[in-house]
């Protein structure tokens, strides 16, 4: 099987290499409107070659588009102009809802299936990619009852092929709780980070006195802002509601450390150790 991925970062560096090495794809072929990055997935080998959009759409059975959000609402319907009756395009994009509105029209809207796969690290570009970045980890397709049910079944085979375990999820369900788990954890970390930078002007401080503690917290904040504005905006409804909950949160605790309540916070924080419970179920 040919596959070309459209957008050799992080995700499609890592998708790249896994399909490759897990045998679901024969040949990998890349695209990226960014010259450093096909050079670097050659050198790495992440692809088998490299070539432009429309070529590679000839070439290939499935096209993974892994670029950023906001490019895919009119990057997606283009692919989708191009390719024949036996093709699939996907993407792997962290919002739904504004991508699946682009093409809910769409004459090949049943040769596209919505995914997710839910992994990652802070770091971008090709040499960010690893070859086991998605095993162990879940993959969300989303609206699948609109998608070709055999589209379906090869793009479930492909994720599994390289150890993810696949789930369905309504779009919007999807979104709200992405907003829940994955966005407002990286609003909180670039929050912190911006925090103790304005208030702690040692960086010397900062680089003796973090721990571990601090590093997890703040890891994300060195995650890539182009990547991440595009979701923040595509998401903001969702996004601004858990912002609200956090904040009123936060201001409680405040309220019951000015009243010297530890009791009561500890009740709180009790409660919120139940979150191990609730991971530890992987």
């Known amino acids: 099987m ?6 050799i970062g992080l995700i499609g560096g890592s998708l790249a290499l896994s399909l490759k090495q897990s045998g679901f794809a024969q040949t990998v072929i890349g695209v990226d409107n960014k010259t450093e990055h096909v050079i670097k997935a050659l050198q790495l080998k992440l692809v088998d070659k490299v ?27 283009e692919v989708l102009n191009q390719i024949s009756d036996n093709q699939i395009v996907i ?8 991508v699946i509105e682009a093409v809910k029209n769409h004459p090949r ?11 990652g690290t802070e770091f971008s570009g090709p040499e960010a990619a690893l070859d086991n970045l998605f095993e162990n980890k879940v993959c969300v397709l989303c609206d699948t009852e609109d998608s070709n049910p055999e589209a379906v079944q090869t793009i479930t085979n492909l994720y599994e092929s390289i150890g993810m375990r696949v789930i369905s999820m309504e779009t919007s369900a999807h979104d709200l709780h992405t907003a829940y788990i994955s966005h407002i954890s990286h609003i909180c970390s670039f929050a912190l980070a911006a925090t103790v930078l304005a208030k702690e002007k040692n960086e010397n401080s900062i680089f003796d006195l973090a721990s571990t ?7 994300l904040a060195k ?9 923040f ?12 909950e956090y904040i009123n949160t936060l201001l409680k605790f405040k309220g019951l450390m000015l009243a010297e309540s530890y009791d009561k916070l500890k009740e709180y924080l009790v409660q919120a ?9 992987k």
């Open 213 to 219: 503690g601090f590093a997890s917290t703040v890891r």
């Open 2 to 7: 040919t596959i070309t991925v459209v957008g």
């Open 273 to 281: 150790n139940d979150i191990k419970r609730v991971l530890d179920r």
């Open 223 to 231: 995650s890539n802002p182009e990547t991440w504005i595009p979701i």
């Open 109 to 119: 809207r049943n040769q596209f299936v919505a995914t997710h796969p839910m992994a």
């Open 233 to 244: 905006r595509q998401n903001q409804e969702n996004i601004l509601d858990v912002l609200d």
């Open 51 to 77: 070539s432009i959009l429309a070529d590679a759409i000839k070439e290939s059975d499935i096209i993974i588009l892994a670029t950023p959000v906001d490019s895919l609402t009119t990057l997606l319907p």
């Open 91 to 98: 993407e792997g994009g962290s919002t739904k809802k504004p």
